[in-house]
């Protein structure tokens, strides 16, 4: 038997106290209704109870949303990677100290929406914001300070984002190959050619590459053992040791093809310990002294193809501009996958040290570049 009935305004409709008191010291009532159903109104009042319920148990806080999501950061991202530690941080520093005034437990789905509007020129920094946001929240309910209801308002409602368009991965284009054969470096151990080799012929990201000792050599079995990788702070560019790299599929060995170890062996030789790409001053390289050493590496190709960085007047643009360290490990990965079947995704993924999904997102690009669409049509619907 319905638990209420319909009434002559047609909805169902009760009366339930929100809490409150009215100014004679009785009590306030708040009118629930539905014009759906009676089982529509009770799920009506059974979260509209909850939310009483929520609320008579939260936590009072003057503490600032700022405020709080500097503590969240210490408490709950302490162990997270630098660089993603950096992110969150970036993200607080430069956008949530609008929010300075306004306590955790009075902060509303508008807030944040306005953060995100001051910012729609940068999609990707709003995706970081509203992930930032969303984490904070998160443990705001947790603490006691906000009510669960805040979360599932904010993935119900939603929040108003930019279009972000993913950066396409590119492997090498023909001028940067070109300038590869053309260039021969300085001499046959010279660590720029060592750097770019590895690069082109193992794939490896250049933190990894940055983190390689002698020892990771085996030049009997023509091996490179991959497991540790060098990172930087993205505020101030210092090197950090990692003894282990990007993922858990980071630590593998590679096999080195002859070429590379013709260009490598000589200056890896000559390395009498410590990291191979190191910096003048220190052990490791920091981030200002590998854009100086990348900068000589992109001089030195664009030399090899006739640019005259002397001259007042150029009658071309550099030939290699916007290439960097990944762009070689994309190539890598697109020229093995050409060589499927020979080899499998799964094998390509171990060698990169990264995910199969990844390997087969660059393998379905490959296949539809070289897909003939008419061809294909043609030879199934002819009859």
């Known amino acids: ?32 209704r539905s014009s759906q159903s009676s089982r529509d109104l009770e799920n009506k ?6 939310f009483l319920e929520d609320a008579d148990r939260l936590k009072f806080t003057a503490q600032s949303f700022y405020d709080y999501s500097l503590m969240w950061l210490d408490v709950y991202k302490a162990a997270r990677e630098k660089n ?19 306590p955790v437990s009075e902060i509303k789905h508008s807030h944040i929406q306005a953060v995100i509007n001051n910012n729609l020129d940068h999609p990707r920094t709003c995706q970081q914001i509203l992930l930032t946001f969303k984490q904070v ?35 090498l284009n023909t ?11 300085c001499s046959s151990s010279d660590r720029k050619k060592a750097f770019v080799s590895l690069l082109y012929y193992t794939g490896i990201r250049r933190g990894e590459a940055l983190a390689l000792t002698p020892f990771d050599f085996n030049w009997k079995t023509k091996e490179l053992t991959i497991n540790k990788v060098i990172i930087f702070g993205k505020n101030n560019g210092i090197p950090e040791l990692k003894d282990y790299p990007k993922s858990d599929n980071g630590v593998r060995v590679i096999p080195l093809p002859d070429k590379c170890i013709n260009n490598i062996r000589p200056f890896v030789q000559e390395c009498n310990g410590g990291f191979i790409f190191h910096g003048r001053y220190s052990d490791m390289m920091t ?7 990348w900068k000589s590496i992109l001089t030195e190709l664009n030399t090899s193809m006739g640019y005259d960085y002397q001259a007042k007047v150029h009658p071309f643009p550099k030939p290699v501009d916007s290439l960097t ?29 990264d995910t199969e999904k990844m390997v087969l997102d660059v393998y379905s690009h490959i296949n539809e570049e070289n897909e003939d669409i008419g061809s294909a049509l043609k030879a199934a619907l002819e009859i």
């Not at 981030?287 to 050493?293: P, Q």
């Not at 762009?327 to 993924?349: D, G, M, V, W």
Request: charged letters at 25%; one cysteine or more; glycine letters at 6%.
């Open 1 to 32: 038997m319905p638990k209420y009935k319909l009434g002559k305004d047609g909805y169902f409709s009760t009366l339930i106290w929100d809490g409150s008191f009215n100014a004679d010291g009785s009590k306030h009532y708040k009118r629930i």
């Open 45 to 50: 009042v059974d979260a509209f109870k909850k």
């Open 84 to 102: 993603t530690r950096a992110m969150y941080e970036g993200v607080i520093e430069r956008y949530f100290t609008d929010l300075k005034g306004f």
């Open 137 to 171: 929240i998160k443990a705001a309910v947790k603490d006691g300070f906000l009510p669960h209801s805040v979360l599932e308002n904010i993935s119900k409602d939603g929040i108003s984002l930019p279009k972000y368009v993913k950066p396409k991965k590119r492997a």
């Open 175 to 185: 001028a940067e190959k070109e300038a590869l054969k053309r260039s021969n470096f």
């Open 287 to 293: 981030l200002s002294a590998y854009n100086v050493f």
């Open 325 to 353: 360290a990944h762009i070689f490990r994309h190539n890598y990965c697109t020229e093995l996958c050409y060589q499927i079947p020979t080899i499998s995704t799964k094998k390509i993924a171990q060698l990169l040290g």
